[in-house]
């Protein structure tokens, strides 16, 4: 009899082993990508961290900080709407080929300015402004190029949060070694590991099967302001994506640019240095992983709704209380909880989104207007939140961005039956339990 015990639950054991694994990251194709790309995230949000401290420790000025925060992505606004007519039509490959070896010369460059002692604000802005240009058309194409490298459209939600889970691994690293590196070796040495981190995801895109795509031939002719344009519409008329991009604009104005409130609220609330600014970052990184653990471990789309709402909310109470807080302890379980819910309403908004685009020739355009929704609107929140800082202090500043958080989250929940009502016939023809009335 323990014989049999035994082996059902070493049978038990490999079943349970088996049903965790994402069905995504069985292919190993799409393992060899995401796995590369999240290696070039750590060394981005590294440089990310490092600008932010090395233009405060310029400069001393949190309107600066903002300014640098705001042409580091400023083209994304301007550009990534084209680019996303452009994605539709280009070769993706080449497309991420050449933004891996840009943005290897900007940060060498980088390294090279700071180590020389050459570094100053103005060179931080004109290289902000070419990395966002880069940005504006390597973060879309990273988006579309997912789909592509699955066998199966059902496994889109499974890759979007695989691909979610280990950029936000990523992003837990990176501000812990960033912020010793700063404190130990100065900024030059994040710049230094953010040249070499691309390295591995220039292999990988390489290496990887890409799925052709049958594009419509007549919207291959149409004029690209034409294709711009069906882009604009069919996001503002499929209203699923309407309202997934209204909060997610909110949310990335109001509650995202956080981020680069953290170094000054670190030296001037804390009274620390760039250690504690690791400290903080680090535990909002931790909150990023947990949320996509959950996200990771879901097994598909339906439910994201009321999820993207509360955690939305959630992430506004958060910026609230940290904002009143002076002790570092009660800080940093609230930056794990702003990081937890601001990945989990950012996270679940893309993959939500990506799950219910059927039409894959229209993929680049929409993916493109939520990256403009990010990386357009995010310099304006950090231009803006920087001078707020600057003029009413950061933690007025911080407060001020979760009382419209919660606001935003408490719009989208109103939307949600509406929601619901057109995307169960997506779910239905996606075969992903068709008898819910979930969103």
């Known amino acids: 009899m323990l014989p049999t015990n035994r082996e059902n639950f070493q049978k038990n054991k490999l079943k349970f082993v088996s049903f965790e694994l994402p069905p995504a990251l069985k292919s190993v194709n799409f393992s060899c990508f995401v796995i590369g790309q999240s290696l070039s995230f750590f060394g981005s949000w590294m440089t990310q961290i490092a600008l932010v401290w090395l233009v405060y420790q310029l400069t001393n000025s949190a309107v600066l900080v903002g300014v640098a925060g705001f042409t580091n992505q400023a083209m994304g606004l301007i550009i990534t709407p084209l680019v996303g007519v452009l994605l539709d039509r280009w070769n993706l490959r080449y497309v991420l080929l050449t933004t891996q070896l840009v943005s290897i010369l900007l940060s060498s460059t980088l390294t090279f300015l700071t180590i020389s002692g050459n570094i100053n604000v103005v060179w931080i802005l004109v290289i902000g402004t070419l990395q966002g240009t880069v940005k504006a058309f390597d973060l879309p194409a990273r988006q579309v190029i997912i789909p592509r490298l699955l066998d199966k459209k059902s496994d889109t939600y499974s890759a979007m949060a695989s691909h979610s889970f280990l950029i936000n691994t990523a992003k837990f690293v990176s501000p812990m070694i960033g912020g010793l590196l700063i404190a130990r070796s100065g900024a030059a040495s994040c710049f230094l590991v953010d040249s070499i981190s691309y390295l591995p995801f220039l292999s990988a895109i390489l290496t990887i099967k890409i799925n052709p795509v049958i594009n419509n031939s007549s919207a291959q002719k149409t004029q690209i302001w034409n294709n711009l344009k069906e882009g604009f519409v069919y996001a503002y008329k499929f209203l699923p994506i309407k309202y997934l991009l209204l909060l997610q604009i909110i949310i990335c104005f109001m509650g995202m640019t956080h981020v680069n409130l953290v170094p000054i609220f670190a030296q001037e609330v804390l009274n620390g240095n760039a250690e504690t600014m690791g400290f903080l970052m680090t535990s909002s990184a931790f909150g990023s992983i947990v949320s996509g653990i959950y996200l ?134 996606l075969g992903l339990l068709p008898q819910s009335n979930k969103a």
């Open 296 to 429: 990771i471990s879901r097994k598909n789309v339906i439910g994201l709704g009321k999820i993207i709402a509360s955690s939305a909310a959630i992430l506004g109470l958060g910026l609230i209380v940290f904002s009143r807080s002076t002790n570092l302890e009660i800080c940093l379980i609230f930056m794990f909880i702003i990081g937890m819910n601001n990945t989990l309403t950012l996270a679940s908004i893309s993959n939500f989104m990506q799950s219910i685009l059927l039409e894959e020739d229209k993929r680049g355009r929409v993916t493109s207007i939520f990256t403009t929704g990010f990386l357009g609107i995010l310099p304006f929140g950090n231009l803006f939140f920087g001078a707020l800082a600057g003029y009413f202090g950061v933690t007025n500043a911080l407060f001020f961005g979760g009382i419209c958080c919660i606001l935003g989250a408490y719009f989208f929940s109103r939307q949600l039956p509406q929601i619901r009502k057109i995307v169960h016939p997506i779910y239905a023809q």
